[in-house]
Nanobody
C-alpha cells in the first residue's frame, strides 16, 4: 500500500509560480513511477508529468513542457511539481499518483494509488 498526500495548491495570478508537494508513505520501490495528473471542471483527468522514484525517466505533457518540472526527494519521501509561467488553463485539481508497473506512462489507468488532490486556480 502507498499513501499519498498533496499540498501546495492555491490561487495565483497568470505568469506566477506554485510548487506542489506529494508526501508518500508506505511501501515504495525504486522502479515505481510517480505521476502528476490534473482535472478541470467538466473535463477528463489528464496527465501532467511523471518520474521514476529512483530518479530519471521523466516525461511531460506537451502542454506543460518547459514550464513545469517534476522532481523527487527520496530522503523526504516527497515528489514535487514546480509550476512556472502559469496560465488560466492550468486551473484544475492536481493529483499525485503511483504506478507500480516499472515504466513511465501517461495513462491514468496504469496508476495504482492516488492522493486526494489539491486545487490550483490561476486568475487572468
Amino acid at each position: 500500500q502507498v499513501h499519498l498526500v498533496e499540498s501546495g495548491g492555491g490561487l495565483v495570478q497568470a505568469g506566477g509560480s506554485l510548487r506542489l508537494s506529494c508526501a508518500t508513505s508506505g511501501r515504495t520501490f525504486n522502479n515505481y513511477y510517480m505521476g502528476w495528473f490534473r482535472q478541470a471542471p467538466g473535463k477528463e483527468r489528464e496527465f501532467v508529468a511523471a518520474i521514476r522514484w529512483s530518479g530519471g525517466g521523466t516525461i511531460y505533457a506537451d502542454s506543460v513542457k518547459s514550464r513545469f518540472t517534476i522532481s523527487r526527494d527520496n530522503a523526504k519521501n516527497t515528489v514535487y511539481l514546480q509550476m512556472n509561467s502559469l496560465k488560466p488553463e492550468d486551473t484544475a485539481v492536481y493529483y499525485c499518483a503511483t504506478s507500480t508497473r516499472g515504466y513511465p506512462s501517461s495513462g491514468a489507468a496504469l496508476y495504482d494509488y492516488w492522493g486526494q488532490g489539491t486545487q490550483v486556480s490561476v486568475s487572468s
